[in-house]
């Protein structure tokens, strides 16, 4: 398995474009977003958990009951959510799509981004189009993954290969989330592409398995949003044998969407609202996985931890606190905690109880974009890991201002 350039158009047959469209009032940001497969895939999603659902959810499943999709059209600046004309407005896109593109509108995934409550404007899209159609190439991953941004700071592309089945197999993704971020699914919007040739069945069941270690183990703010999805459209085209059941073929498969999503995931947690630094926890030594899975999540939760992180603080009651109210069994007196980073790593919690360690190695450790806060249970073989962010004052003034 290596990584490779290209995001969503590095598996063969896939293409894509990105616009500014007029949704968004500046006009250096795309803000319409297309990706098309030259042959109807075999396509799986999961959804947001919110009861409150934007439209394009509702049309977007509705159209992949089938299982299957040839093309994605996403807007940015504008959710479409809460809105009596939202279905209307989503399906509207989806048929744009189908007028351009010459594909029945069923086989369209939609979704849109932005503010929550706000009309949709379907003037722009209908007249960004034609440009949106015109500019589609194997070289447009880029501009599509810049459409689909909020308040992202940076466009989150990301692409892999390996051979399975004796062919070269490539997955690429585009996603966007800085806020309203937490472990519920899907957590964010999330664009993935393969050539992998897959069952809708096949496909769908490694999508829940990937998400699960994925995506699921992220959380920037507590936050569930309202239009999460994560979809995968599977091409076929590299020429491999479809995996219809489970194998080598579909454990290399697993693996490598695996590895993509957990690259997605990474930098979702790393551009979290106002982040300074991506906060990792490693859970070993569990019981199960799921307690693993429960005590990790809860670190990278914790807001009072994730201010200490934003000091280089090594406040690391904070860390026993957290894990803690954990909603799972355990025996809390055998919990070791380390913290590390590219700078080292320092011992600060041994059997349950704090042990004597040196503050200024601990802040320097600290320091570094990344840190990592290793917890061991040491009692058991499972592990799990959780991706976060640091709190700060720019969170709060991010979401201050966020419709102005």
């Known amino acids: 398995m290596k990584k490779i350039q290209g995001g969503v158009c590095a598996p063969l047959g896939f293409k894509a474009s990105g616009v500014h469209c007029g949704i968004r009032k500046n006009k250096t940001k795309e803000d319409l977003a297309l990706i098309v497969s030259d042959v109807t895939c075999s396509a799986a999603a999961v959804y947001t958990t919110n009861k409150v659902k934007g439209a394009p959810i509702a049309v977007t499943k509705k159209n992949l009951e089938n299982g299957r999709a040839r093309a994605v059209i996403c807007n940015s600046g504008n959710a479409n959510t809460c809105n009596a004309?939202?279905?209307?407005k989503a399906e509207r896109m989806c048929a744009l799509t189908s007028e351009y593109m010459g594909i029945p509108a069923s086989d369209v995934i939609v979704a849109s981004t932005g503010v929550?409550?706000?009309i949709l404007p379907i003037e722009p899209i209908e007249g960004g189009m034609q440009a949106l159609a015109d500019g589609l190439s194997v070289e447009g991953a880029g501009k599509a993954a810049r459409a689909i941004m909020t308040t992202d700071t940076v466009a989150k592309e990301f692409a892999a290969e390996d051979v399975i089945g004796g062919k070269i197999v490539r997955v690429g993704a585009m996603a966007k989330g800085s806020g309203m971020i937490h472990p519920n699914m899907a957590t964010l919007l999330c664009f993935v592409t393969t050539d992998a040739a897959v069952s809708p069945e096949m496909l769908d069941k490694a999508l829940h398995a990937a998400v699960a270690d994925t995506l699921n183990m992220v959380s920037i703010d507590g936050d569930t949003s309202t239009n999460d999805m994560l979809t995968v459209m599977a091409s076929g085209l590299s020429g491999m044998k479809e995996i219809d059941g489970e194998g080598e073929d579909y454990?290399?498969?697993?693996?490598?969407?695996?590895?993509?999503l957990t690259d997605v995931s990474r930098a979702i947690a790393k551009d979290g609202e106002g982040a300074t630094r991506l906060l990792e926890c490693k859970v070993t030594g569990a019981p199960d996985v799921a307690t693993a899975k429960k005590i990790?999540?809860?670190v990278v939760c914790s807001s009072l931890l994730k201010a200490a992180i934003s000091a280089a603080d090594a406040n690391w009651g904070r860390v026993l606190c957290a894990i803690g109210y954990t909603d799972a069994q355990f025996d809390i007196d055998k919990i070791d905690v380390d913290l590390s980073s590219e700078e080292g790593s320092i011992a600060v919690c041994r059997n349950g109880s704090g042990v004597e360690f040196d503050e200024d190695k601990a802040k320097k450790i600290l320091t570094p974009d990344e840190v990592t806060v290793n917890v061991n249970c040491n009692i058991g073989s499972a592990a799990a890991t959780a991706w976060g962010c640091d709190l700060t004052c720019d969170y709060v003034k991010i979401n201050a201002d966020y419709r102005t």
């Open 116 to 118: 929550i409550g706000q």
């Open 296 to 298: 990790a999540k809860s």
């Open 251 to 260: 454990e290399k498969f697993l693996a490598l969407l695996t590895a993509v």
């Open 85 to 88: 004309d939202g279905v209307e």
